[in-house]
């Protein structure tokens, strides 16, 4: 049986109360006596506090599978605004739990929701549901609690209407039971009372530790709550009527959480009665352990209570051996089964009299505690556990339900869901667009949580059913690839069938190649009659890739292939909502889909090459060329290199050398190899000889090509794996290639002559911002064409058969295929780890531009995070979050406060924001050594990486060897892969863009205006040497020398910092007095709403940045987000946003001045210039604001954390 647990009781406040203990005791039970039924419990993302300590709690018991549930906030019942929402989250829910296909669903408190972001169930059909149901008091003392309140007596009477609605209910004793019969008139054989049990935590403790500073000498004890129905008024009136001697010798003690209304009202009325603050002691929240302690010496502990649905506080205290008295109503009674424990609740004489008693009379003391050992024999959580389990398996009637019937199911509720959230749309117009985005992005979320839960109950079978999809009758790469691991699989095994399709859709194959290839054939057959759900996986290889469609139990992509660093962040969105998981060509495409954001299981499969082998090289053809043949083969795409290949060639030889370069490309719309070839002929007359071979060659001709030449010359500027490359090695001919893309899974110094590179921005035709290639230096192709050309036939040989070896060792498709199965074995593995806990170390709380930027980013984090932070931090925001401030940046600081907080909190990945000035170098790398040793993921976020002059002994290389542990390291710029590239470390390096705040920004309203309205521009970031701001206001001076309209509106603030102080000074004596009505300067330090609407007042925003070591500006991206023109002095500081910005000619007075008045004139006039660049600027802004850059570090997070 499916047994799955709505455990929202153990997150709203009922986690602080009897209903959450009884709760979790009830769990605990269960997981211990479950036998073979699988247990599935479900929390809510909407109480985060809560979501470790109980990752932690079920990770303990190591039993069941917990499930996070991911909402939107605002749904609490007390608030009228959250009606919407929290009918849509109800609704969310409903399909999230019916997507995890249970056969029972067990909510352990029904009536949460009122005052927390709790979310009712309803609508549930195909499976039966149940309520844990602890008491009716609200329906019962409807006078005290529903009728003073009309919204919670809305709230009570509508969940209560859902609840009658239940298949059973378990009740905690036989008192909640007769209730619920007698109130919601229900079949009694579905009403099942299990009665409770105390906590096996609680017993007699004989320390007083954690007491000792709460109550000094004997005491009555109370423990529980303070609402109406505890009759504590009646309690501390009879304690103010015992004899003077026994209130001297006995205090009261309240233990236990109250409200401050609660608490006011004990407090007066303990002042009515004379009581003093030494007398009635009320302790607030204690801990289980304080709370066992209080009830171990307590001289008698008492329940007032006039109605109680167990009464769990009566059960604790008489495991811990105190003698207890309680009311003689509702379920008290029967719990401790001893008339001389009962008063009457209601008569405050009857409450004095049997204190009094009990303290008084040995003979009665020694029968309570009697009682109390007898009683909790018979009041044991495996009782409970056993009757609540009877009673579910009595009443369900478990049916297997196959992948397909649960597909169609799944898909009518998710086009039911849609349909009701369309219809609460239309409804109300004015609903939050957020809104929209927040559920899109929910339901996604819980798709791909549900179909990670379910995927167990259909396993795969060591031969399992595969539907791979794509084209495969053609000579196209990806055909080439889906056929053969087709093929590989089959043979394998498995049972495969080969759909034909692509990016745009299905296509009916070639049915002369389908005669061809019998046994294709009949795998493409058996797809058109293979049920679609009947298969174990659904695999694609197309381009674009489409995966929103895919309906198979497992579904993913294989050979998957990628070039340059960037990827579309739409595909990152839908591969990471639709797909279980990737296998990737390379270690390549491995690490920058997870360097973009994929956060799947992404295995390495490679790419098969043995076919080649079966190729019989065609030895009627023969190719025209001198002595010595280069030979580059690709489609000439800009990132083949075919440019640099030809000026390479120019360089290296002459017409005179007896040397060959065989082009063997195709025509394309990106072919341009001949003009370029043209070009440098007409520039060079002694440029050598080039052959361009365009025409189909059949495989058999290829090969003979690749046998006719010397050496295969492959520049390319990025490779997903490099088919040509390894076709080449088999065939005897070593290569050239760059030093960077997944040809280097099989490229080394040994096998191929390898190219130094530099990383450049990639100009392909997706136009992906911050995305890079490896462009080869032109030297260093020069350098390797001419080694090639002189070494003899035997070295070359030797390149080659050493490639060759290792490709037909590990690259055969029988080893693809098997890695392949074995990664769908491992999918359950990777996915069953629980979400990394997550450490940062930054600023925190202080003017710090990267205490900003971790702000900024983790405003969006969808998960929690522990900060460990600089002590300079103000300590005085309380938004929830669990920051510690544990290291200073003294260069004296070993980072031991902060590594014994990191190991406290059981950190799975670190995050650590670095600047030169944080810290010891030393320390830091002993830090990160420590915690690579550890097992931890480690991401560090560069954002300098140029060594600073002012502290010549913190140099980056001295970090080398520990930056190598680093599983990411992330910069913001080209230049920083470079600079960190000449140190040796690529592989762990990628750029994560600085982000820009979410802001609605206004239109250009400089657009179309005329010379009669001032041109306003603003200046933003910190008063510092290097902003330029000095220059700016002298530049402002010549233009009203000039008499132009302008305006400027600097915001720049304060730094804490001498020099900042006295440059405001100075630039506060330059404004004074004939600037007055030109510059207004403002030096406080604004909000980011207050920045942004400054800024979107401004025609233009200006930067005008002298000298820096920095390799980003965060300052610019303030600009950039209010949607207005961006211009900035020619800086490398800007490059990461060159594309976007307008550019001054200089940084001088006078060349700021002039690119004002130039950019005034484009901008006013609309031209080409800055129409292209704020179309560029509008995309960029796109993917690099907060809620983006914030969403793909998280998934960069997760991906490391599943992939580790």
């Not at 505890?230 to 010798?249: F, M, T």
């Not at 990152?572 to 889909?593: M, P, T």
């Not at 490679?606 to 060329?625: A, L, P, Q, R, T």
């Amino acid at each position: 049986m499916r047994i799955l647990f709505d455990l929202q009781a153990l997150q709203t406040e009922s986690r602080f109360r009897g209903i959450g203990r009884y709760a979790k005791s009830l769990i605990d039970s269960l997981v211990r006596t479950s036998g073979n039924h699988q247990m599935i419990f479900v929390i809510s993302d909407l109480f985060p506090e809560t979501v470790e300590p109980l990752k932690a709690y079920f990770e303990e018991l190591d039993a069941g599978e917990l499930v996070l549930f991911s909402g939107v906030a605002g749904v609490r019942a007390m608030e009228i605004e959250t009606v919407p929402n929290r009918l849509v989250q109800e609704r969310i829910y409903s399909t999230f739990i019916a997507d995890l296909k249970p056969d029972v669903l067990l909510i352990l408190s029904p009536f949460e929701g009122y005052v927390d972001d709790a979310i009712r169930p309803v609508n549930l059909e195909g499976f039966l549901v149940g309520g844990l149901i602890h008491d009716l008091i609200p329906l019962v003392q409807k006078n005290i609690y529903l009728d003073p309140n009309p919204r919670y007596s809305n709230f009570y009477m509508d969940t209560l209407l859902g609840v009658k609605n239940f298949d059973f209910f378990l009740t905690n004793s036989d008192n909640t039971k007769q209730e619920l019969l007698q109130h919601c008139h229900l079949n009694p054989d579905v009403v099942i009372n299990i009665d409770g049990a105390p906590e096996p935590f609680f017993e007699f403790d004989d320390d007083k530790d954690e007491i000792h500073e709460i109550i000094d000498g004997k005491y009555i004890l109370y423990s529980g709550g303070g609402d109406p129905r505890k009759n504590l008024p009646r309690l501390i009136s009879a304690y103010s009527k015992l004899p003077i001697d026994v209130q001297r010798e006995y205090k009261i003690v309240f233990a236990g959480r109250l409200s401050p209304g609660e608490q006011h009202v004990l407090v007066e009325q303990c002042s009515r009665n004379g009581l003093s603050e030494e007398q009635a002691i009320f302790t607030g929240y204690v801990s289980d352990r304080a709370l066992r302690q209080l009830y171990s010496h307590c001289s008698l502990f008492i329940f007032p209570s006039y109605h109680e649905g167990l009464g769990l506080p009566v059960l604790e205290a008489m495991k811990c051996g105190a003698p207890v008295i309680v009311a003689n109503a509702a379920a008290l009674p029967a719990l401790v089964d001893f008339d001389g424990a009962l008063f009457d609740p209601f008569d405050v004489l009857s409450i004095c009299d049997k204190i009094k008693e009990a303290l008084t009379n040995e003979e009665l003391r020694r029968a309570l505690i009697e009682n109390a050992i007898t009683r909790c024999s018979i009041y044991t959580w495996e009782r409970s556990a056993g009757l609540a389990l009877g009673a579910l398996n009595s009443l369900t009637d478990v049916k297997d339900v196959n992948f397909e019937e649960y597909s169609i199911l799944r898909d009518n509720r998710y086009a039911a869901l849609i349909e009701f959230i369309g219809q609460k749309i239309a409804d109300d117009p004015d609903l939050e667009k957020s809104h929209l985005l927040q559920w899109s992005q929910q339901i996604a979320n819980n798709q791909t949580t549900a179909r990670r839960v379910v995927r167990s109950s259909w396993p795969i079978a060591e031969s399992s059913n595969w539907r791979l999809e794509g084209p495969f009758d053609s000579t196209y790469s990806l055909a080439l690839v889906n056929r053969e691991i087709a093929r590989a699989l089959e043979v394998n095994g498995n049972r495969v069938s080969l759909h034909s399709t692509e990016g745009l859709g299905d296509f009916e194959p070639n049915a002369q190649f389908l005669r061809k290839h019998p046994d294709l054939k009949q795998l493409y057959d058996r797809s058109k009659t293979y049920n679609v759900f009947a298969n174990d996986v659904q695999s694609r290889n197309i381009y674009p890739p489409r995966v929103s469609d895919m309906r198979g139990k497992i579904n993913m992509l294989h050979n998957y292939a990628w070039e340059e660093s960037g990827f579309p962040s739409q595909w990152v969105d839908q591969f990471n909502d639709y797909l279980d998981g990737i296998a990737c060509v390379s270690n390549h495409v491995r690490s920058l889909l997870i360097s973009n954001g994929v956060a799947l299981p992404l295995s390495v499969t490679g790419n098969g090459v043995d076919h080649w082998e079966k190729v019989v090289s065609d030895k009627e053809i023969s190719f025209e060329g001198r002595e010595f043949k280069f030979l580059h083969v690709s489609s000439c795409f800009p990132r083949k290199g075919i440019d640099l290949l030809l000026e390479a060639f120019g360089f290296a030889f002459s017409i005179k050398d007896n040397v060959s370069l065989i082009i063997k490309t195709f025509p394309n719309p990106h072919n341009d190899v001949r003009a370029q070839l043209n070009r440098h002929r007409s520039r060079n007359p002694l440029y050598p000889h080039v052959i361009i071979l365009e025409e189909d060659l059949q495989e058999s001709q290829l090969k003979a090509l690749y046998e006719a030449c010397d050496v295969l010359v492959c520049p390319s500027f990025a490779e997903g794996f490099g088919l040509p490359l390894a076709e080449a090695m088999l065939s005897g001919v070593p290569v050239i290639t760059t030093a960077w893309g997944g040809q280097m899974d099989f490229c080394s110094t040994e096998t191929a002559w390898l190219l130094d590179y530099d990383f450049k921005l990639a100009k392909s035709h997706i136009d992906l911002p911050d995305s890079v290639w490896a462009v080869p230096k032109t030297c260093a192709i020069v350098n390797a064409m001419k080694e090639a050309y002189a070494s003899s036939a035997e070295e070359r040989s030797l390149k080659a058969e050493l490639g060759k070896a290792l490709l037909l060792k590990r690259f055969r498709w029988q080893h693809v295929a098997h890695r392949l199965s074995q990664s769908i074995k491992d999918l359950g593995l990777a996915q069953k780890k629980n979400e990394p806990r997550v450490g940062w170390v930054t600023t925190w709380d202080t003017k710090c531009g990267i205490a900003t930027y971790s702000e900024h980013l983790l405003e969006y984090w969808p998960g929690q995070v522990s900060i460990f932070a600089r002590k300079d931090g103000q300590r005085i925001r309380n938004d929830g979050r669990d920051v510690q401030f544990t290291w200073r940046d003294d260069n004296q600081d070993n980072l031991g406060e902060t590594q014994t907080s990191i190991d406290d909190h059981n950190i799975d990945v670190i995050v650590i924001q670095f600047n030169y000035g944080f810290f010891n170098f030393k320390s830091f790398s002993n830090f990160i050594e420590r915690n690579h040793f550890l097992g931890r993921k480690i991401i560090v976020v560069l954002h300098s990486t140029t060594d600073p002059v002012q502290t010549p002994e913190k140099k980056l290389e001295n970090l080398v060897p520990a930056l190598k542990l680093c599983d990411r390291l992330l910069v913001h710029g080209c230049s920083d892969l470079n600079r960190l590239k000449t140190y040796g470390l690529v592989e762990n390096v990628a750029i994560f863009p600085h982000g820009i705040l979410d802001f609605e920004g206004s239109a250009n309203s400089a657009y179309n205006r005329t010379d009669k309205d001032a041109f306003t521009v603003a200046t933003y970031g910190f008063f510092l040497p290097h902003k330029g701001l000095i220059e700016t206001i002298q530049a402002f001076d010549l233009l009203r020398e000039k008499g132009a309209n302008v305006k400027l509106n600097m915001l720049n603030a304060q730094f804490p910092a001498p020099i900042s102080a006295s440059l405001i000074r100075e630039a506060q004596s330059m404004i004074r007095g004939k600037l007055d009505d030109v510059v207004s300067l403002t030096t406080d330090f604004l909000s980011d709403r207050e920045s942004l609407e400054q800024l979107s007042a401004a025609d233009l925003i200006l930067y005008p940045y002298q000298n820096t070591a920095e390799s980003a500006s965060g300052a610019v991206r303030y600009g950039l987000a209010v949607n207005k023109p961006v211009a900035v002095s020619p800086a490398p500081i800007f490059d990461d946003v060159n594309d976007v910005v307008f550019q001054l000619p200089g940084t001088n007075p006078e060349a700021i001045a002039n690119g004002v008045i130039a950019l005034r004139e484009s901008i006013r006039t609309g031209d080409d210039l800055f129409l292209k660049k704020s179309a560029c600027a509008s995309r960029w802004c796109d993917s690099h604001r907060y809620s983006y850059v914030s969403k793909r570090l998280y998934n960069i997070v997760r991906g490391l954390w599943i992939n580790g």
